[in-house]
């Protein structure tokens, strides 16, 4: 296990085999990186003295936080535990599953039955076999934020004993939302995201529209050689719910142009957001993480048929401003990313795969005994508040904190505050 050193903390890498299958215990192994985080004034403390805080990083697909030092939440986490930042499988450090990988397995059937054990009912398995290792079977704490809530609700249904304690942030699921019902809920959502970021900066209007007309009149390829169309750019929108999202937006519009042509600054910044290279898993199983005994078949693309406004179309006479979509992803992303092209035909699969197992158990849920808080974010455009509001509600004991204080993004934008207050709340000190 080899540590290092950060400014005020001391890191250890782990590394554990754990099954593919957790039904086949026996059958293929996969590898799941961890890493470990102790304050240096805490680093002689022995396991049983400081608590372990296992953290869910959002997603799906995406590796955990690379800490520097005592940075944001973490400060805030290691005054009380050592943290244990897990890459879930197939992310970061994990066995990696992306084309590269999943070639090896040589039939799209192969593969979209593989990625079949890569949501978060799998990824609370590894967690639970880890703690065992790392805590002798003392219980820990979760802490999930986004997808990373979700894991954590799977955990308090599936898995209650191995807890401690439980917070999440801007993720409490829907108990038994499928993917249309989100989508129906998040569309008008991020339309509204739309006017709130003209009205902060209004030249975007003429700009945008005219980046979508431009895109629609001509091909525009990325240096990856992927295209660069007007749903591409509109799809730059899925930055407008966290809390610098809309100048972020608005630095990549405005340099959208060198005199007549689309920039080469654009196409490298579009690019950077658009492509999956460096979490695969988050395109192919993002709608799966919803399904529970339904197939979703690209629930994204369906619903937005029923929101005509979205339609790029309105960059050719100018008529509407360009409204941009968000957390959704469509066949054609798959299509265009070469990174996701070689894996298009398993999505096909998984977009149709319809026997996905249940991810939550609203009886064991009601009989919670594990102390538990959330923050969920008023106006939060990736989990809709009506949904968690309804989850806090089941949750027996869990203590809710509804705020529009913070965006999606609040752990992080907040430094420590938002992890300081959900811990006073579930020790009864806030």
């Excluded at 800490?67 to 499988?89: S, T």
């Excluded at 608005?250 to 290279?277: C, K, N, V």
Aim: overall charge negative; aromatic content about 10%.
């Amino acid at each position: 296990m080899p540590s290092f050193h950060q400014p005020g903390t001391v890191l250890t890498d782990h590394a554990f085999e754990v099954p593919l299958d957790h039904a086949d215990p026996r059958g293929r192994q996969i590898t799941v990186f961890a890493r470990e985080v102790v304050a240096r004034e805490n680093a002689g403390r022995s396991a049983g003295d400081l608590p372990w805080l296992c953290f869910f990083q959002g997603g799906p697909g995406q590796q955990s936080p690379r800490p520097k030092g005592r940075d944001g939440w973490l400060d805030r986490a290691l005054r009380d535990y050592r943290v244990l930042l897990l890459d879930q499988r197939g992310t970061g450090r994990s066995s990696p599953a992306n084309r590269l990988t999943l070639a090896c397995l040589g039939t799209p059937e192969a593969q979209a039955e593989y990625l079949t054990h890569f949501r978060a009912d799998s990824i609370v398995a590894d967690a639970e076999l880890i703690r065992q290792r790392l805590t002798g079977g003392a219980p820990w704490s979760v802490l999930g934020q986004s997808f990373g809530g979700f894991c954590a609700v799977t955990y308090l249904s599936q898995a209650p004993g191995g807890l401690a304690e439980a917070f999440i942030t801007g993720g409490l699921p829907g108990l038994a939302t499928s993917a249309d019902d989100v989508y129906v809920a998040t569309y008008p959502l991020v339309a509204a995201r739309t006017p709130a970021h003209y009205e902060r900066y209004p030249d975007d209007v003429g700009h945008a529209r005219k980046i979508a007309a431009y895109l629609l009149s001509k091909e525009v390829l990325l240096p990856s050689g992927a295209p660069l169309t007007a749903e591409a750019f509109q799809s730059l929108g899925n930055c407008l719910g966290m809390s610098t999202g809309s100048d972020d937006l608005h630095y990549i519009i405005e340099d959208a142009f060198d005199g007549d042509e689309i920039s080469d600054t654009f196409r490298y910044r579009t690019q950077a957001l658009l492509t999956f290279a460096g979490g695969p898993l988050y395109a192919v199983l993002h709608e799966a993480c919803y399904a529970q005994q339904t197939a979703t078949r690209w629930a994204a693309q369906r619903i937005r048929e029923h929101f005509p406004a979205f339609s790029a179309e309105a960059a050719r006479d100018g008529s509407d401003p360009i409204l941009f979509t968000g957390e959704m992803i469509y066949p054609w992303m798959v299509a265009a990313d070469p990174v996701l092209r070689p894996l298009a035909d398993a999505a096909e699969l998984l977009a149709e795969h319809d026997s996905w197992p249940r991810l939550y158990d609203e009886a064991q849920l009601s009989r919670n005994t594990v102390p538990a808080a959330a923050a969920v974010y008023y106006d939060d455009m990736y989990v809709p508040q009506q949904f968690s509001v309804a989850t806090a509600a089941t949750i027996r004991g869990l203590r809710r904190w509804v705020t529009s204080e913070y965006e999606h993004d609040g752990l992080r934008a907040s430094g420590g505050t938002v992890l300081d207050r959900l811990i006073g709340m579930v020790r009864g000190t806030a």
